[in-house]
């Protein structure tokens, strides 16, 4: 064993993986009977996306899936997360399945299999259909329904197959980009309102639960979590740090961890508490078998008494490495988030890292040849360091999903940041692996051949 190694840290049973999602890397928008999601509708928009791309092709996963299983298979990952999109399932976002994004699905999923690859799969990655949006999208209780028979659905037509599933990804996400800022898809500014998307998402998640619980496979969440810190030491800096834990953290990690939700959440203005029913709180609060958590950075925060909106504001970190997405790069931040969650949650499942990874630019050397990204590797190892420091002091903490496998439609920043262990050239969208790919490769490797218990 070489001392030090971070395959030597690592249990023997860990779970290394890579991640994408539907809407960032398949395209064929308009092929095999899939219509339109949110994203679709929002990045028609001139202006919503910062270089004018759409996710219609994207990196053209659905005609390459075979290419990019094959790069799966190389890079020797125990799992795949990936996502199904809404849309090409149930183009109407209700009633009978499409054949034809069936068949894709099932070519991929088995594809996976045949390599050795367990299909982690995420219901729900952002992508609603424009006519469930129509109705209201997550601002109606409707969707819950709606989203419950596609689950049902998708159970139906995957379940002996499927691994292990996520239901909902980063509703914080979701639910603040979306339907409070507008800066993602759907694009609504509704603030206080907004607690009815995140709630109705929640209550998703229960229903859905219930359902995929029958298939026999593990059913987790996906949560992001940022551990926040204070800009100051002044009264109301610190309270403002609070509430946005509450609003970011609290929110989303207790009511399906010990049920209910944070008393300090009603501190947040505007928050319409009537779309709680009785009853949804017990369904969301239904057992988990996995606790999937989302870490990129911690997030410094101010009082902002001139919003009425968000009385809290994001801070700059004044010093620190970033990675070119601006994002402070600071892995004992995932060390101390699992553990505060292990100390506040003392029956929390087990915990899997669902999302981690960096945005950097290529870098070339003066005859313009691409060179090593050895930021992103030094991220990766110093990350699952981190998580080698958890497990150390207690969290069960059994596998990590690499973001991303490959450069994607990154939302509304469009293709302009770059997470990928695979290079995606922009104009032919052919695959190269990066040195992390091979790095990420031998790590893997190194881990398995040891067998460390």
Not at 18 to 30: K, L
Not at 168 to 174: A, F, G
Not at 269 to 282: I, M, S
Not at 303 to 312: E, G, T, V
Request: glycine fraction near 10%.
């Amino acid at each position: 064993m070489i001392p030090g190694h971070i395959a030597d840290r690592l249990p023997a049973r860990f779970v290394f993986g890579a991640a994408t999602a539907a809407a960032q890397i398949e395209g064929g928008a308009a092929e095999g009977g899939r219509t339109s999601s949110i994203w679709d509708a929002f990045a028609a928009v001139p202006g919503k996306i910062a270089d004018g791309s759409t996710p219609t092709v994207a990196v053209d996963h659905y005609h390459r899936w075979r290419e990019d299983v094959s790069l799966l298979a190389d890079l020797g990952v125990d799992a795949y997360r990936l996502s199904l999109s809404w849309s090409r399932l149930l183009p109407s976002g209700r009633g009978p399945l499409n054949p034809s994004g069936v068949t894709f699905y099932s070519r991929l999923i088995d594809a996976l299999l045949e390599r050795d690859i367990a299909p982690w799969v995420t219901l729900y990655h952002w992508d609603m259909p424009v006519e469930i949006m129509i109705e209201g999208g997550w601002l109606d209780r409707g969707s819950v329904d709606a989203f419950e028979e596609y689950v049902a659905a998708a159970c139906g037509a995957f379940g002996d197959r499927v691994a292990a599933w996520m239901t909902i990804n980063e509703p914080v996400v979701h639910t603040g980009y979306g339907y409070a800022l507008g800066i993602e898809a759907p694009g609504l500014t509704l603030y206080g309102a907004a607690f009815q998307a995140a709630h109705h998402q929640l209550l998703a998640h229960g229903r859905a639960a219930a359902v995929l619980r029958e298939t026999g496979s593990p059913v987790g969440i996906v949560n992001n979590h940022t551990p926040v810190r204070a800009a100051s030491d002044r009264d109301e800096d610190l309270l403002a740090a609070g509430m946005y834990d509450v609003y970011h953290n609290g929110q989303y990690a207790q009511p399906v961890l010990s049920g209910g939700y944070p008393d300090a959440l009603q501190m947040i203005p505007g928050a319409a508490w009537d779309c709680v029913h009785d009853g949804d709180l017990a369904a969301i609060a239904a057992p988990l078998d996995f606790y999937g958590v989302n870490y990129y950075q911690p997030t410094t925060v101010a009082a902002d008494p001139a919003n009425p909106n968000l009385p809290f504001a994001f801070v700059e970190p004044a010093d620190g490495p970033v990675t070119d997405f601006g994002w402070p790069i600071d892995p004992a931040a995932l060390t101390e988030f699992l553990v505060g969650l292990r100390a506040a949650y003392p029956n929390l499942p087990p915990v899997y890292i669902t999302e981690n990874g960096c945005a950097y630019d290529d870098v070339r050397d003066a005859d313009g040849r691409l060179l090593a990204d050895t930021a992103r590797i030094d991220y990766l190892d110093a990350h699952l360091g981190a998580v080698a420091d958890a497990i150390d002091a207690g969290v069960d903490v059994r596998g990590y999903f690499h973001w991303s496998l490959m450069d994607n439609w990154e939302w509304a920043e469009g293709m302009t940041r770059r997470f990928g262990l695979v290079r995606i050239d922009p104009e032919t969208l052919d695959r190269t692996p990066r040195a992390s790919f091979g790095h990420y490769r031998d790590l893997i490797a190194a881990h398995r051949s040891r067998g460390i218990d």
